[in-house]
């Protein structure tokens, strides 16, 4: 596949021309060009092993051709994705989806493709047909001591699993919460669901980590218990060191200023993970930059400012997209969230930071804003394409993709009914 990219790089005559004088107009602005490129080579973003299959609603789902049947098929759908933009070599677990009967095998196939195991998911939210106690009316939270009880052994067994394999942390996201008023006393479901993670997290490896999400409401309408980052933040500040709040794009309610949010996380150090995607009313799990690409660059210039500026900087920080795809075809969905990250944190990395400051300090509002649009409104793709083409991967990743007739190799290999094994 390698030289079948690199053979198609080829055609993009104007790309080295358009790297230049890019890199050229940047370097006059006092944009060290190399750093920019170092960035975003290193910036890897965690695919989740529920996204490589096509997604529904509650309404339905319309199967795409060639889903990954096994654990084994996703790996390799995360492979084609990192081999063409070379920003995806991780994948997400999602337990029990993608239980790993044969550990050993699983761990063959990734390091074969050069793909990690990034934090692996609990599930807490549905029955599964083997349990004991339903978690329909909350698993952390629950009134019930036995069903508290078997939902932090399900964490404990997928930290276990994921230890197995390489992972260093766990995501814990609740569904818990009620949906009618009165149903549940906040107060106690809270505390439940407190001392439930206190314990899970006495079980965690000491390089390992605790990503708590946040979720405003859905699937309860009424009341979530985690519902925002102050809670999640009360919930990791108490459980100690290695617990961190998990940032999801898609959950908060409209207009909500998450910028703010990631720069608060990263000013108290308690920043741990990010999900990637985009929305219009609420979690719409759409492809990161389809709808708020201007968002999505003002929380990539807190977190520039956190990772690089800040006097406790704040690092290591899990990045994952966390979408759906309901009418794309699932790898070119992910491909243009990978690119849309990318271009949006390049643009970050393009923000003159001294000329910010003095401007700041001298609270010239106007030009504030202008040295901030200037980044946004430059058109950096070249430099992401020269960093992938650097790397052994595609200039264009979704014409690349387009022309290698990935897809239909795909649906040749697996079966235009194949479903993707989990959802
Ligand atoms: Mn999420």
């Known amino acids: 596949m390698l030289q079948e990219i690199s053979d198609i790089n080829l055609e993009y005559k104007n790309h080295k021309e358009d790297v230049k004088r890019l890199i050229d107009r940047l370097e006059n602005e006092g944009i060290n060009t190399n750093q920019v490129l170092d960035a975003i080579k290193n910036f890897q973003v965690a695919i989740p092993s529920w996204a490589l299959g096509a997604g529904g609603t509650r309404f339905g789902r319309f199967p795409f051709g060639g889903e990954p049947r096994s654990l084994e098929e996703k790996i390799q759908d995360v492979s084609i994705l990192n081999t063409l933009t070379c920003s995806a070599n991780a994948i997400s677990l999602h337990i029990p989806w993608d239980y790993p009967e044969d550990v050993d095998a699983i761990i063959q196939v990734a390091s074969l493709h050069k793909i990690h195991f990034d934090a692996v998911n609990s599930n807490t939210f ?35 699993i994921g230890e197995k394999l390489g992972s260093k942390s766990l995501t814990v996201w609740l569904s818990d919460g009620s949906n009618f008023p009165g149903q549940m006393n906040f107060s106690h479901a809270l505390q439940n669901t407190q001392n439930s993670l206190e314990k899970i997290y006495a079980h965690l490896p000491d390089d390992w980590r605790m990503f708590i999400e946040y979720k405003p409401y859905e699937p309860n309408f009424y009341h979530n218990v985690i519902q925002d980052w ?19 794009l898609g959950h908060h309610l409209p207009n909500t200023n998450i910028e703010n949010i990631v720069s608060t996380l990263m000013h108290k ?3 741990g993970g990010f999900h990637f995607n985009d929305s219009k009313y609420g979690d719409d799990d759409l492809t990161v930059g389809s709808i708020k690409p201007y968002q999505l660059f003002l929380i990539f210039n807190e ?56 401007a700041r300090e001298s609270n010239d509002v106007v030009l504030c804003q202008e040295i901030l649009q200037k980044a946004f409104r430059t058109d950096v793709r070249p430099i992401v394409n020269e960093m992938r083409r650097l790397g052994g991967g595609a200039i264009d990743p979704i014409m690349t993709y387009r022309k290698l007739q990935v897809r239909q190799q795909l649906v040749q290999k697996r079966g235009s009914t194949s479903r993707a094994s989990g959802l």
């Open 126 to 160: 549905q029955d599964q047909p083997d349990q004991k106690y339903s978690y329909k009316y909350g698993s952390l939270s629950h009134v019930s001591h036995e069903v508290r009880q078997q939902a932090i052994e399900h964490n404990i067994d997928v930290i276990n």
């Open 230 to 248: 102050g809670t999640s933040y009360i919930l990791a500040d108490h459980c100690g060191d290695k617990a961190f709040t998990l940032v999801d």
């Open 269 to 271: 150090g308690k920043l």
């Open 303 to 358: 977190l520039v400012f956190g990772q690089f500026y800040a006097k406790n900087k704040c690092e290591n920080i899990a990045w994952m997209i966390d979408a759906s795809h309901n009418v794309k075809d699932p790898l070119e969905d992910l491909l243009q969230s990978i690119d849309a990250i990318l271009i949006a944190y390049t643009q970050a990395l393009c923000i003159n930071q001294k000329a910010l400051h003095d």
